[in-house]
């Protein structure tokens, strides 16, 4: 409950009445309880001076008794209004209704509307979203090791990857038997869609894994993730099939010494944009610069795309406690695409990775 007393004291502070939560990772985050709702209904009320409740849809109930919950859980069923059926759980707590605070980044304008109709003499300008971020920048060490194992199986994936990794086996058999063992070792869950991208094929830095065939002398890109206990790994490897060409291995020995090199620089009190600016000048320097289009990296914890951005025009402070992938590329259509990648935390005096495989050239024979 330490999380939600962190909400009620925002809402004290900023004179907002309730918060309605509806991310269902941050719901996860406040409470323990998970769940994907797709169409349906799932919220977290929580109030200034009064215990919180959930809503969800009548399937999930148990379910949430289950994780411990021990506060109000109320179910609708699917031909039920949900947005009433919440309107009328607050108001009969008689708690005023002038100021709700609501996550910004999250609300559907359909959701809001139906909200709008519920409690048409409020203000819905209170927005919870950047509190929200603030609370999961800093991660615990409970938090930390979570991560750590989550790494750990992401080290695992990568041995699965690269043994599957042979000329003639398409990008998309490679995903499929790494995931398999480990779902063998009862992984379950990928953090994101794993991608394997062969050769010219790993220049698109956003494709999707597909039917391409793995050829002689060429780069393989592995970006790939696992779940542990809600929270998830992040990292990138390239490795090689045979003996690619000079220009390929000249923009894999580019990206790794910018990878090392502001993994290595990164410690509490410097900004992000520093430490962006790192890896940056690393692959100017070499030529390469107009390659590297997008951001050194993101936050991660419970999902792999968190607050902050690593990146140009982010002059936040790093803090102990961070966590982050440093993960710069080079992209050459047409030629090959690198990138090496580990999320980090961030120590007392500089930053630990969550993952540890080799990331000097691996060459698959």
Not at 109 to 135: C, G, H, I, W, Y
Request: a negative charge; proline letters at 5%.
């Amino acid at each position: 409950m330490e999380k939600i007393e962190q909400i009620q004291k925002w809402l004290a502070e900023n004179k907002g009445d309730f918060a309605l939560i509806s991310d269902p990772m941050t719901i996860q985050y406040l409470t323990g309880f998970y769940s994907d709702p797709i169409e349906r209904v799932l919220m977290l009320v929580v109030f200034k001076h009064q215990d919180p409740f959930i809503f969800a849809p009548a399937l999930e109930v148990e379910a949430i008794k289950d994780t411990g919950w021990t506060n109000p859980v109320y179910g609708y069923l699917d031909h039920e209004n949900p947005w009433k059926m919440i309107a009328d759980q607050i108001s009969v707590r008689e708690v005023d209704e002038k100021e709700i605070a609501i996550e910004k980044a999250n609300l559907p304008v359909d959701r809001l509307e139906a909200l709008q109709a519920q409690f048409p003499a409020s203000s819905f300008s209170l927005n919870l979203t950047p509190e929200l971020e603030k609370m999961r920048l800093i991660k615990s060490a409970d938090e930390i090791e979570k991560l750590k194992i989550a790494g750990k199986w992401a080290d695992f994936a990568f041995q699965k990857g690269f043994e599957a990794a042979r000329i003639g086996v398409s990008e998309q058999q490679v995903a499929a038997d790494l995931e398999y063992a480990l779902k063998g070792e009862g992984i379950m869950q990928m953090s994101f869609d794993t991608l394997v991208q062969a050769g010219a094929h790993a220049a698109e830095p956003h494709g999707a894994t597909g039917a391409n065939k793995i050829q002689n002398n060429e780069l393989v890109l592995f970006d790939l993730g696992t779940v542990w206990d809600g929270y998830i790994s992040d990292a990138s490897r390239t490795v090689a099939i045979g003996k690619p060409d000079d220009k390929s291995l000249d923009i894999y020995k580019v990206c790794l010494e910018a990878q090392l090199t502001a993994q290595a620089a990164a410690k509490p009190g410097m900004k992000a944009s520093d430490l962006d600016k790192i890896a940056r000048d690393v692959i100017d320097k070499a030529g390469y610069g107009e390659y590297f289009i997008h951001r050194l990296g993101h936050g991660m914890g419970m999902s792999e795309h968190e607050f902050p951005s690593i990146m140009e025009g982010n002059d936040m402070l790093l803090q102990p406690g961070m966590c982050f992938s440093i993960e710069p590329g080079i992209y050459i259509p047409g030629v090959a695409g690198v990138r090496i990648e580990d999320c980090v935390y961030i120590t007392e005096n500089g930053a630990e990775p969550f993952t540890h495989t080799s990331k000097e050239l691996t060459v698959v024979d």
